[in-house]
């Protein structure tokens, strides 16, 4: 990398021998290709060990998520000169996931899920065959595939950081919408909805502003489960 130069403000902390966060400042150079990922792997490199996840480097994975500062991002698309303020770039982990050391977070522990909601349909074993999609069900399904479960939209959803009974998770309620428009699925997901937040949704549309693949999380999520439950007169 050549060209300008940004201070890299890094999160760091290793449970094994930190009491508490700190953060650390690099100057790095950059030019108008440059992504936060090639931040994080210059640093790695040339400067000093950090632990960060890395994987696809196509936008697929979303295991690279990280919060840019303030803002979440996969590290591997946000590009620096396209960051409002990149003089200083304070780069830290996904607050909606334990940290395991540094940028390494643990995506398999959701704060905000409450453990209980299996990825596949419920019941699809004893249905048997009667229980296929149409074309226009398995297209509407086909939709949820977009999905990269970076975990973005939960770590931008206001409601998920700001309250802290009423959590309302936007990844988990579009498990829940897709297992809820899957014929093969035995569960009742619209009110397994309800039970968990579903009404609590501020509409802020911000899981929408930060999805990466720019999938309508909203749409797809609240409007399609609270539109099942208003059908029911369960709204």
């Known amino acids: 990398m ?44 040339h400067i000093e060990p950090l632990a960060f996840h890395r994987e696809c480097r196509m936008f697929k994975c979303g295991i690279c998520a990280v919060n840019v500062n303030g803002r979440p991002a996969l590290a591997c698309k946000a590009r620096v000169n396209q960051c409002a303020d990149r003089a200083v770039l304070v780069i830290e982990p996904l607050a909606c996931y334990p940290v395991i050391k540094d940028l390494m977070v643990d995506f398999t522990v959701d704060l905000y899920d409450r453990g209980n ?7 699809a074993a004893t249905v048997g ?10 297209e509407v399904l086909r939709e949820y595939t977009e999905c990269i479960r970076c975990g973005i939209c939960v770590e ?6 700001k309250n802290g009974q009423e959590q309302v998770n936007p990844l988990h309620m579009l498990d829940l919408a897709r297992l809820a428009l899957d014929p093969r699925d035995q569960t009742d997901r619209v009110l397994e909805a309800l039970g968990e937040g579903l009404r609590g949704c501020t509409e802020c549309r911000q899981c929408n502003q930060v999805c990466p693949v720019d999938l309508d ?12 439950a208003e059908d029911r007169g369960l709204a």
Do not use: K, N, Q
């Not at 909601?117 to 019941?123: D, H, I, V, W």
């Not at 999380?217 to 099942?228: A, D, G, P």
């Open 129 to 138: 065959a009667a229980a296929t999609a149409t074309a226009r069900e398995s």
């Open 156 to 161: 931008a959803c206001a409601r998920v950081l």
């Open 217 to 228: 999380v909203f749409e797809l999520s609240i409007v399609r489960l609270r539109t099942m």
């Open 2 to 45: 050549s060209g300008e130069r940004t201070t890299v403000r890094l999160f760091r902390f290793d449970p094994a021998r930190d009491a508490t966060p700190r953060y650390v400042d690099h100057c790095v150079p950059y030019d108008e290709h440059t992504t936060i990922l090639d931040l994080l792997e210059h640093v790695h490199e």
């Open 117 to 123: 909601l299996r990825a596949f349909p419920e019941g």
